[in-house]
């Protein structure tokens, strides 16, 4: 059997490799800095898997590629970190545990490869390798197919406000009574945004008001495409909800727009105009239906007459 083994060179890596020589197979070892082989059923290939490079095309003709380099999760999570503002946060997610998940299946073609998931334990490490407080861990099972559990509440709306506004208060009230917490105020913004979330997937989520065409066009009703299908539609419904809600808040600042004028907080360019500025310009670029909103339109024109603005906001990049 032709093997191509990544991480050759390391302790793990070369123990296998040795192995499968031995047993008399013939493997391509990947390395960064290859010697010269001296036996001849083993040949090493120079590269390095996060670049592309003459060792992609090495692994044609192999029938399996044990694949042992070690996890880029630690600098992965250091790089993020590097690059983030004094006080800013960082929302990581990866799978974690310890099963190897098994499929013989891939893009529709057969295949033979063993997922390993990140140790839990190596996730805490790499974040704090990096340097990052851990505020808040969330840990969730597997989401089967298109399905997103315990989307409904159990409660109403008006009861699970009352409940989310019962806590708020207790955390505002903490947040009042002592320093600064970025902690209790992250749970704060958490809350809201988890409650708003969950108001609004249901709606979207709901594919049973789709036409027969639209259902017939995904496939959602056919046993092979249907999962997939189903994924694809919830992921145009999610875009569509999307841009009404950006076109939503676009409406809003026409509004504010009309009633002073030139800029955002009156004839005088603010700080305010920076930040919305650049939005609108994204509102602008981004391909989507987007409503007539003359004021935001008169606004955006305004601003393009600054030389600042055609550099660093309407430069054709979204």
């Known amino acids: 059997m032709k093997l191509f083994i990544t991480g050759a060179g390391g302790f793990l890596g070369s123990a296998v490799r040795d192995c499968a020589v031995a047993r008399g197979h013939e493997v391509s070892a990947l390395v960064r ?63 974690v545990g310890d099963a190897v998940h098994h499929v013989e299946e891939f893009l529709g073609e057969p295949v033979q490869l063993d997922f390993v998931l990140h140790d839990a334990v190596a996730v805490r490490e790499a974040v704090a390798a990096a340097g990052l ?10 989401i089967a197919g298109a ?5 409904k509440p159990k409660l109403s709306q008006e009861k699970q406000r009352a409940e989310l506004d019962l806590i708020q208060t207790f955390n505002r009230a903490k947040l009042e009574q002592e320093t600064y917490d970025p902690q209790v105020e992250g749970l704060i913004k958490t809350y809201e945004l988890g409650y708003r979330m969950q108001s609004e997937m249901p709606a979207v989520m709901d594919l049973d008001k789709e036409t027969p065409a639209t259902r017939s066009l995904y496939g959602i009703d056919e046993e092979v495409t249907g999962d997939f299908g189903r994924k694809c539609l919830l992921a145009r419904r999610m875009i569509e909800a999307g841009v009404r809600n950006w076109n939503r808040h676009m409406a809003m600042l026409d509004r504010q727009l009309a009633l002073t004028g030139a800029f955002v907080l009156g004839d005088q360019f603010t700080l305010a105009d920076i930040v919305l500025g650049l939005a609108t310009n994204r509102w602008f670029m981004t391909p989507m239906e987007r409503p007539p909103l003359a004021a935001v339109s008169a606004y955006y024109e305004r601003l393009s007459q600054r030389p600042a603005y055609l550099r660093h906001g309407r430069n054709g990049v979204p």
């Open 133 to 142: 407080e851990v505020v808040e861990w969330y840990v969730r099972g597997p």
């Open 33 to 95: 800095k290859p010697t010269a082989s001296d036996h001849p059923n083993l040949t090493y290939v120079d590269g390095d898997l996060r670049a592309p490079g003459a060792w992609t095309e090495a692994l044609a003709g192999h029938d399996a590629v044990i694949h042992l380099a070690e996890s880029e999760l630690a600098s992965a999570v250091a790089g993020l970190a590097r690059v983030l503002r004094p006080g800013g946060w960082l929302a990581l997610a990866t799978h």
């Open 147 to 151: 399905e997103v559990p315990n989307l």
